[in-house]
């Protein structure tokens, strides 16, 4: 049984619940070890980070955190850097680095904002090809070790997101497969964990985490190490479906010693 979650957000980001109510949720689920994360702050994006000014904030309520609830859970207090934040990592326990955005020139077309936004970015910028889409996207996320210095990669395929059944393109496509591959490949390198992440199952109707069994079933065969990550924005979430998922994962080939335990 898996007790580790850490990618989770809260009313210092887009998260709906308090820390202290996150961290007391999870105790009730048996989670012994939990981390708590901010967006970074994104100038050319304020709706989903957190302010500027937050992270001086949210150390500190997480110090207290930690400190009220020892011998309880082990708490960590992360940042998920976004490939184009300027922000500093400092002083955080971990870093979760994701792609949530394009960009084009001065604009930052976002990845993950709502299905209608993806799809008119997908035809102003890239001619309706979401194949030119995709290979646009995991060229940036190949890159995102080098850029943020993470400790674990996140949703690994978030272009995805609004694909559904493959009502917007075909996963199978060899244009898609050789475009995720692609960055598989160079950040198996690293040997830095990959989040398998329910979020998109739990807030975006999808039937697969980040990656999808296609791209697990690869990462087993290659190496990878894993974790597993509720992505969760509200308390009811937090531990939700990993039983589950940690069954699929191990019936695509993830062996015991691919499942990385963190402490930070
Ligand atoms: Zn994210
Ligand atoms: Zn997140």
């Given at each position: 049984m898996i007790t580790q979650d850490f990618h989770n957000h809260t009313t210092f980001c887009d998260g709906k619940a308090d820390p202290?109510?996150?961290?007391?949720?999870?105790i009730e689920r048996g989670i012994t070890r939990l981390g708590l994360l901010?967006?970074?702050?994104?100038?050319?994006?304020?709706?989903?980070?957190?302010?500027?000014?937050?992270?001086?904030?949210?150390?500190?309520?997480?110090?207290?955190?930690?400190?009220?609830y020892r011998g309880k859970i082990e708490l960590y207090c992360g940042v998920e850097q976004d490939y184009y934040s300027v922000e500093s990592t400092e002083g955080f326990d971990y870093v979760i680095g994701s792609v949530h955005y394009l960009r084009h020139g001065d604009e930052y077309p976002p990845v993950d904002?709502?299905?209608?936004?993806?799809?008119?970015?997908?035809?102003?910028l890239f001619g309706g090809d979401y194949y030119a889409y995709?290979?646009?996207?995991?060229?940036?996320?190949?890159?995102v070790v080098e850029k943020t210095k993470p400790d674990?990669?996140?949703h690994f395929d978030l272009a995805s997101k609004y694909n559904g059944e493959g009502d917007l393109f075909d996963e199978t496509h060899p244009r898609y497969?050789?475009?995720?591959?692609?960055?598989?490949?160079?950040?198996?390198?690293?040997?830095?964990?990959?989040?398998?992440?329910?979020?998109?199952?739990m807030r975006a109707g999808r039937h697969e985490p980040?990656?999808?069994?296609?791209?697990?079933?690869y990462l087993a065969e290659h190496?990878?190490?894993?974790?597993?990550?509720?992505?969760?924005?509200?308390?009811?979430?937090l531990r939700q479906g990993f039983d589950e998922w940690e069954a699929a994962a191990k019936s695509v080939g993830f062996k015991p010693e691919q499942w990385a335990e963190l402490r930070f």
């Open positions: 202290e109510t996150m961290v007391k949720t999870a901010i967006h970074s702050y994104t100038f050319f994006d304020e709706s989903y980070c957190a302010a500027q000014d937050a992270p001086t904030k949210f150390k500190a309520t997480m110090a207290q955190l930690k400190e009220a904002d709502c299905r209608e936004t993806q799809m008119g970015i997908v035809k102003a995709a290979e646009e996207y995991f060229r940036t996320v190949a890159n674990i990669i996140g497969i050789a475009a995720w591959q692609a960055a598989a490949d160079r950040l198996l390198t690293y040997n830095i964990p990959f989040e398998i992440n329910l979020g998109g199952i980040y990656p999808t069994l296609a791209m697990q079933r190496g990878a190490r894993v974790v597993l990550s509720s992505d969760s924005h509200t308390p009811d979430t």
